[in-house]
């Protein structure tokens, strides 16, 4: 059973820490980050390249384990679940947007949108249904048929995104959604992100490097060291 408050936090985690090695070298790239996000929230993370920003989305998703740190999402342990279990929470209470798409290339447009709900056990008219508006929403009504390798770069995100959104989770993790768009189509992804969290109560992590894309979020963080902090414009 999980009946949280409408205010507890749809994600948590306290003191995350990860390392990788390259060969015998230890890289630290997480020292210990904390970070709640709630209901409705937009939040983006900035960070040069190679702070840890996809790492630490990596881990918030149980896509990847920490060394340490506790994550919850929507208060079930996600860190201490078995990777069936993370899937399955994954799939009921989460999106994830991958820098690259990871579209699967065998289906169309519309049947990978819907491939989340179809994992949710939904009837397959009633997911591709609603997997073709949510595609109308992100510019991409025309496409609907198309195969991955039919689609340019920024149309394939712009399904990936799609994909993240329409089994309608409480909470999405985008990784650079808008680093292949041009400017009007990043501009219309971001006035859906900010509909879907006011309307729906739908909370948004985004890391981001599009700095003209920041007063759309509530909070502006910055990877920094391993570390979490506020980020100030004079960063
Ligand atoms: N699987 C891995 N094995 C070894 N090193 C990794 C692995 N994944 C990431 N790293 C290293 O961790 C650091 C952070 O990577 P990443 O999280 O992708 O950064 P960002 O997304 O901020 O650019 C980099 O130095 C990268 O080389
Ligand atoms: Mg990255």
Redesign the pocket.
Known sequence: MNEQSPLAPVLQAIDVRKRFYQGSTEVPVLNGVDLALTPGERVAIIGR?GSG???L?HILAGLDTADAGQVSVVGEDMGGASSEQRAALRCAHMGFVY?QHHLLPEFSAVENVALPQRLNRLDKNVAEASSREILEAVGLGHRLAHLPSALSGGERQRVAVARALAHQPRLVLA??PTGNLDQASAVQLMDLMVSLSEANGTAFLV?THDVSMLHRFHRVLTLNEGRIEAYSQDD
Request: aromatic content about 0%; charged content about 35%.
């Open positions: 390249s920003k996809s790492s989305l820098q990784d650079e890391v």
